[in-house]
């Protein structure tokens, strides 16, 4: 499934961007866990946000109550709404799907989990 990551930018400290992961052909109602990572130079991928085919999220805790993790099914794209932003969330963000209902816990996704990737786009926050 090829996926195709839009919305990055560079915003000051505060400021909000929403991300965007269109996948063309793929089926966004059907069994999938789907989100996004994050990896900082010379760090290592994180997780930030991700939803379950029956759209429970999940978030991880820099990400909790500034981020919001959505999807439109009848356009195939999933978004992320990034609010309040700071210099640590600057970073290349990546949006990754996997064929399975249900997603791990937050603290347990590994990226191995996913079978499909997007290239990224850039996010820099500028304090």
């Known amino acids: 499934v090829q996926l195709v990551e839009s919305g990055g930018g560079s915003v000051q400290a505060g400021g909000s961007l929403r991300l965007s992961c269109a996948a063309p052909?793929?089926?966004?109602?059907?069994?999938?866990?789907m989100g996004w990572f994050r990896q900082a130079p010379e760090k290592e991928r994180e997780e930030v946000a991700f939803i379950e085919s029956d759209g429970w999220t999940r978030y991880a805790d820099s990400a909790k109550g500034r981020f919001t993790i959505s999807k439109d099914n009848a356009k195939n794209t999933l978004y992320l709404q990034m609010n309040s932003l700071n210099s640590e969330d600057t970073g290349m963000y990546y949006c990754?799907?996997?064929?399975?209902?249900?997603?791990?816990?937050?603290?347990?996704?590994?990226?191995?989990?996913?079978?499909?990737w997007g290239q990224g786009t850039q996010v820099t926050v500028s304090s």
């Open positions: 052909g793929y089926h966004y109602s059907s069994k999938y866990c």
């Open positions: 990754a799907a996997s064929p399975s209902f249900y997603c791990p816990a937050v603290g347990t996704l590994k990226p191995t989990f996913f079978n499909s």
